[in-house]
């Protein structure tokens, strides 16, 4: 029987995504496609989810109408959310997907998810990123 970590590198090789980090003892990778704006995107397993996390950007805190933007982007995002880190400052793209019957649909999803937001927005977060 496979483990989720390996079927999520199967996945992962068969997208054909360039995995630059794994450690299976922590269940957890690094892929990186800079021509689709993945850079350090963490994959991770923690039974029952899979956590995929890519650090964008710093901001003000303070900032609210970048922060009133990135909450009114979320609700266009096909899957995953902006996030901020335990600190306020770190903007973070975050997506949860259920292990138990996770496919290869649902993670390329997820993943294009990234890259569609990131190709949309770039202006817009190369100036939220300079504020």
């Given amino acids: ?38 850079q350090n995107l ?14 964008l950007f710093e901001i003000d805190a303070s900032n609210m109408e970048a922060l009133k933007f990135l909450l009114e982007k979320n609700r266009t995002i096909i899957h995953g959310a902006f996030t901020l880190d335990e600190t306020g400052t770190k903007v973070i793209f975050r997506d949860t997907l259920q292990l138990e019957n996770l496919d290869l649909n649902e993670i390329e999803g ?11 927005h770039a202006s817009d977060l190369i100036n939220l990123s300079h504020q």
Wanted: charged share 20%.
């Fill in 110 to 120: 997820s993943i294009n998810s990234l890259s569609l937001l990131l190709s949309e």
């Fill in 42 to 55: 963490v994959i991770g397993c923690a039974n029952p989810i899979l956590i995929l996390e890519q650090f």
């Fill in 1 to 38: 029987m496979k483990t989720h970590f390996e079927k999520i590198k199967n996945y992962l090789i068969e997208l054909g995504h360039n995995i630059t980090f794994e450690n299976a003892e922590d269940e957890v990778f690094v892929i990186n496609q800079p021509e689709f704006g993945l």
